[in-house]
């Protein structure tokens, strides 16, 4: 079964500048994720989707940040304009369907499966 | 507001040693609580995670966890250490319900020395 992938792997470009990075979830997955990773820190939710719906985007800087998930599958993720604080490495991640409470009888855990990431370099 | 606090943000180590990596969170509900591992250029991947039932948790590569309530920890633990097992691991926690949302620690490099 292939991986959740995203392109491109690695981005550099000067301040002021668009980017736009993108993400195939698992085959199946309704749920994507896309998280920023600063350097020596740990993974930020920026924005959830449930099929084609962006149901929690609260942290994500909506004046520069935008993000789409056309058709329910593939996602992309866009910085315009780049800032130098944008630099990090942004991961993106899917789950089968969204969780439900493990005390609940017949309760499910949807693991999140991570891609590789994509490391912006803003200059 | 849930928060996870990962005090060692580099764990030196000899191969074959055992090794403990830490990890507390803070949290006024119930939570669950997971531990990912990241190669370099990698991606994420889930260790192990604690849902309910035994706080001993076994997870993939002879790691595993044990869920202290009272202390509010969740500690990794590994017997005997492989240079392969270089990387930095990250522990999480979630409140669970009608979302997924993960909050990660920063971060531990666990750097096992031959």
């Known amino acids: 079964e292939a991986g959740v992938v995203q392109s491109p792997r690695y981005k550099i470009i000067e301040k002021k500048q668009p980017v736009a990075f993108w993400c195939n979830p698992i085959s199946g997955h309704n749920t994507l994720y896309w998280y920023r990773q600063n350097l020596g820190q740990g993974p930020e939710l920026l924005i959830r989707?449930?099929?084609?719906?962006?149901?929690?985007d609260s942290q994500l800087p909506k004046d520069r940040f935008s993000a789409e998930r056309l058709k329910g599958v593939d996602s992309t993720l866009k910085i315009q304009p780049a800032e130098l604080g944008d630099s990090a490495v942004y991961l993106c991640a899917s789950s089968l369907d969204q969780w439900f409470d493990a005390g609940l009888a017949g309760g499910i855990y949807n693991e999140q499966f991570f891609g590789p990431g994509t490391r912006l370099t803003v200059l | 507001a849930q928060s996870v606090t990962q005090l060692d943000s580099q764990v030196p180590v000899f191969e074959e040693a055992p090794v403990e990596l830490r990890c507390n969170y803070s949290s006024s509900v119930s939570v669950y609580l997971f531990w990912y591992v990241q190669y370099p250029n990698q991606g994420l991947q889930l260790l192990l995670k604690y849902l309910s039932g035994s706080t001993l948790v076994k997870g993939i590569n002879g790691f595993e966890a044990e869920f202290n309530k009272s202390q509010t920890s969740f500690h990794l633990r590994k017997p005997s250490v492989h240079i392969s097992d270089t990387a930095e691991y990250f522990c999480?926690?979630?409140?669970?319900?009608?979302?997924?949302?993960?909050?990660f620690g920063t971060g531990t490099l666990l750097a096992v020395q031959p």
């Open positions: 989707y449930e099929n084609e719906e962006a149901v929690d």
């Open positions: 999480a926690v979630s409140i669970g319900g009608a979302t997924n949302k993960l909050i």
